[in-house]
């Protein structure tokens, strides 16, 4: 039996977050002339598919896999790291609650990077690597414009999170 390819592995995990993500949506009936409101007591975070455990998710509104609007949040715990990675179109990252520490490169250099209080703000321009990592629980809301892709500079690396994080 031949090993799965490491290519076959992420664009499972991506083609997880497009399909599983919409159905955890807030705004299950919105279209493109109403209002979507949530009060916070109507925001549920769900574990996020295709990461590594601990990382909670809930989208506000869009579907990532369509070229339109889509607002996520994401509740990651403590010490939590996305690894270096890009994104085909610019993404917009406001932090909530807890710190985000957020840096540009190819590699997490936590020497080189920027801790992000909340109400703190980043626009990520499309293309750009960059990585992030959580100090205390932290909630982030990312805001862009689909279809939301993510590629990993090593996806070696983000496999062996997922894998470790399952043990």
Not at 47 to 60: H, M
Not at 109 to 126: E, H, M
Request: glycine fraction near 8%; aromatic fraction near 8%.
């Amino acid at each position: 039996m031949q090993p799965l390819s490491k290519k076959f592995i992420f664009l499972t995990a991506l083609l997880a977050n497009l399909v599983v993500v919409p159905q955890l949506s807030v705004a299950d009936n919105q279209n493109a002339t109403s209002s979507v409101i949530a009060k916070a007591s109507d925001i549920k975070f769900h574990p996020a598919p295709g990461f590594p455990k601990g990382a909670q998710i809930v989208l506000l509104r869009g579907d990532l896999s369509k070229a339109e609007p889509y607002t996520i949040r994401f509740k990651l715990p403590d010490g939590f790291v996305i690894p270096a990675h890009w994104h085909t179109t610019d993404e917009e990252v406001t932090v909530l609650a807890g710190t985000l520490n957020v840096g540009m490169g190819d590699k997490v250099d936590k020497s080189q990077s920027t801790a992000l209080a909340a109400g703190g703000y980043q626009i990520v321009p499309a293309m750009a690597h960059h990585y992030v990592w959580a100090t205390g629980e932290t909630v982030i809301q990312l805001d862009g414009m689909g279809p939301r892709t993510t590629t990993f500079v090593n996806p070696e690396e983000w496999t062996a999170m997922i894998k470790k994080s399952n043990q």
